[in-house]
């Protein structure tokens, strides 16, 4: 091999580590653009599982107010229909069953 060969071959090796670094590099950076995104996603999908359970705790809450007040609103029909039949009857009494 002649030292203009020896020459060539050295350079050709130089440039192709140079390449190769500057791949290496890239892949480093994209590395830890990666590795930043899933941190942040992370980030984003802690927040929505507090938001969710806080959601969660709220339909629970919601849904024990609409079952009180379901029992409640039918309490207050049976009274209100009890007080209806005293009306009518004293209304009916009151007149001898006449209009």
């Given at each position: 091999?002649?030292?203009?060969?020896?020459?060539?071959?050295?350079?050709?090796?130089?440039?192709?580590?140079?390449?190769?670094?500057?791949?290496?590099?890239?892949?480093?950076?994209?590395?830890?653009?990666?590795?930043?995104?899933?941190?942040?996603?992370?980030?984003?999908?802690?927040?929505?599982e507090r938001e969710i359970n806080?959601?969660?705790?709220?339909?629970?809450?919601?849904?024990?107010?609409?079952?009180?007040?379901?029992?409640?609103?039918?309490?207050?029909?049976?009274?209100?229909?009890?007080?209806?039949?005293?009306?009518?009857?004293?209304?009916?009494?009151?007149?001898?069953?006449?209009?």
């Amino acid at each position: 091999m002649t030292s203009e060969e020896m020459q060539r071959a050295m350079d050709f090796i130089v440039e192709q580590q140079a390449q190769s670094t500057a791949k290496i590099d890239a892949l480093a950076e994209a590395q830890t653009r990666n590795t930043e995104g899933i941190g942040a996603l992370l980030s984003i999908a802690e927040i929505h599982e507090r938001e969710i359970n806080t959601l969660s705790h709220q339909v629970s809450s919601l849904s024990r107010d609409i079952a009180t007040l379901g029992e409640s609103t039918r309490a207050t029909d049976g009274r209100l229909n009890a007080l209806i039949n005293v009306v009518e009857r004293q209304i009916s009494e009151g007149r001898n069953g006449k209009p």
